[in-house]
């Protein structure tokens, strides 16, 4: 039986009794219905996992010991990649932060660009992040990550180009067909520019190589909006980072 791996906003150590946090209470009590006695893997976004036993399992309180030594497990990407991309409609967006999770991404950059057709601002935008970091955590719970990607405030194009170092800069041209990508490049920071539906447009296009990134073309076919950056962000970790065959 596979032994849930669950994530807490608190402190962790080893031998420690520990009541669950409430959405994490939850989560085991009421939705996985474990009791006492049962066992799971706890982590908290420090880079460890906690292996700990149920001792206490009701409705108003689930109470774990932590066991004497952390798990191994598997590191880090040993790229820190930065996904920006544009807003998308439905759950779409929702998608793109599970898989690009799964695959190692480091921050995740929610952008307002010309083609976005999402508004949000205030509450909505406030609830909106608080439900993309949900989507994070519980691909970190799935996939075995022990840290947590960072998924900054959703912002408008322009001030996120404002903020970039110098680092390897991509950014995704499906209709451009004369590029001069540098194919001898090697990276540790990289950042992946990625369009809404309907894409970036020419001018975001033509603006962000005048600001030094690369182009990227990923074949013939014309991929969808959550399917592009997924498809990047693997041959990205293929070639510089950790997937191979």
């Not at 490049?185 to 962000?208: R, W």
Request: net charge negative; with cysteine.
């Amino acid at each position: 039986m596979r032994v849930p791996r669950i994530y807490v906003e608190q402190s962790l150590s080893l031998g420690q009794q520990l009541t669950l946090d409430e959405r994490a209470a939850h989560y085991v009590g009421q939705v996985l219905r474990m009791r006492a006695g049962r066992e799971l893997i706890l982590f908290n976004g420090d880079g460890s996992a906690y292996p700990a036993t149920i001792s206490e399992a009701g409705k108003k309180a689930v109470v774990c010991e932590l066991g004497d030594k952390t798990l191994l497990a598997p590191p880090p990407s040993p790229l820190n990649i930065e996904l920006a991309i544009g807003i998308s409609k439905g759950d779409r967006f929702d998608w793109v932060i599970q898989k690009a999770t799964e695959l190692g991404v480091r921050k995740i950059t929610p952008l307002f660009t010309q083609r976005v057709d999402v508004k949000l601002s205030g509450e909505r935008q406030e609830k909106k992040q608080r439900h993309w970091q949900q989507i994070m955590i519980s691909a970190c719970e799935q996939s075995g990550r022990n840290d947590l990607v960072e998924i900054s405030d959703a912002c408008n194009i322009n001030d996120w180009y404002a903020n970039l170092g110098e680092h390897l800069k991509l950014v995704l041209c499906p209709s451009l067909n004369d590029h001069n990508f540098k194919e001898n490049i090697t990276a540790e920071n990289i950042s992946l520019l990625v369009g809404p539906e309907g894409g970036l447009s020419d001018e975001e296009i033509a603006y962000s190589l005048k600001q030094g990134f690369q182009p990227l073309q990923l074949g013939p076919r014309v991929l969808r909006t959550e399917t592009a950056p997924i498809a990047a962000i693997s041959i990205v970790q293929y070639r510089w980072g950790d997937m191979g065959w």
